[in-house]
């Protein structure tokens, strides 16, 4: 029964992780070119802007070669803008690098297609305004700094023509990861104007790098929070309802526009063209609903982008729920608290290695009551096999009596054979609760723990071996996981026939070994520890029964 129980655990376990590691390669992050039916296209009305289901995605504005460039530095973040519609080139995280190295490049959140088609750029849909795809904005100034956290400065950039004034602000703030947008659209002709405004938002949806980091468009919907995955999409798909926030999120950072509006809007996500190897341009487009705008009076639309890492307590200071981008899928509701008790562990600790050794710890310990009756379960039942093979032998013919007299003796010496596998598949929740929180959080990023292990969110190599074509990492805690796997095994109780218990004590170790091979260090050294802790609880078992 124990070993059906283990079996289930890593066939459960599987499911979420043996699909990507056969079938998914590992890859780099290669530049986009769109083509066929969703190549980029020529301009087109500016009326038939907004994408709609079933018919082809929109114009994309590429980068004309005359666009100026502004400069923006922030105590958390530096900008670049381009004057053409205002979007952004790149968004540097000066908190965050690529690399553990202290002089490795910044985390640049932002990722397009190639050519250039930058997010961030309004559409007007349905206007009697005569509006160029590409808006040759002026601006202000080309450098901007705000060099205190409690400062904020702006952007200050137009546009003017004939029947149309157009004046974008961008409020840039010391302490924060958000900038808040104000588009102001004036009506200078006679009569009044009808207007759809449109926020257009583009990024790479797919594998970034690495099978464990997933780029996807996200939207909080009437409360309800949806991933939009771009692979799935036949063309566009849209949203209607009270949207609160939307934009693209990976595992770690995500890049956000929330609306100032308090009505049901619009949102259309469209596949913008063909991406190379996983890569799928994502267009999101924000539709506000339709506004009448009197002969020479003004429009204002106002609403916040948040650029940033997907770290719990700056979301919350940001608000409108943003918090909720930190999701760990369907374990959600057990992986949320693991998560923070493994961030409260932190402040004691002040490094997460040791937060999750003291995280078995505290679970092993609630779990104790549950592994004493598993295992002692289990011990009776090795001692009671004898008897029951008697029985197998004695009644092999006539399958009823031998049921009957199996649980005959199982009631006479009180053993109830489901106590033995029941408490372990309880902790089977707990298990990917916490395999969802080890892989997802943020805060395991770069994160060192001790000596080798400089980075608990990957796999903790120490060099690498050269056979023939290929290159295998070392990794030290994948080994010692399967030799604690090994001696768990060793020292569990059994009533399978030797051949079958031989069978899992090399089997399951080696199997475990090579499915964590390429794991986060962070989640090798809970299932380690787990093991640990797991025999020296078997080993008191065995002694006391």
Known sequence: MENRTLLAIVLSFLV???????FVPAQKHPPVQPTGQHALMPPIPRQALTPREGVNPPYLPQQPAGAKTVYVSTPFYSAELSTDNL????WYLKDYRTGLGKKSPSVDLIDTPSPAIYPLWESFDGSSFSVPAHIPYTCSGFTLTVKDKGARADIVCSYNEQGIGIKKIITFYGNSYTATVELAVENRSNKPATERLGINWIGLSGELG?????ADGIVLINNSRETIEAKSLNLSKSYDGLITWFGIENVYFIQTVLPHESAPSHLYATKAGTGAEGLVPLLLTYIYNAVSIPPHSVQTKTYTIFLGPKAIDVLDNVGSSLNRAIYFGWANVIAKPLFYVLRFIDRFTGNYGWAIVLLTILIKILLFPLGQISYKSMRQMQKLAPKINELKEKYKNDKEKLYRETTNLYRSYKINPLSGCLPMLLQIPIFFALYEVLLAAIELRHAPFIWWIKDLSAPDTIGTIHLMSFTVGIHVLPLVMG?????QQALTPTTTDPAQAKLFLWFMPLFLTVIL???????????TMNNLFSIGQQYYILKKY
């Open 210 to 214: 690495s099978r464990y980091n997933i």
């Open 483 to 487: 030799m604690t796997m090994f001696a």
């Open 517 to 527: 091979w390429k794991f986060p260090s962070g989640l090798a050294l809970y299932w």
């Open 87 to 90: 979007t952004i080139k790149h």
């Open 16 to 22: 979420l992780v043996l699909y990507q590691w056969l």
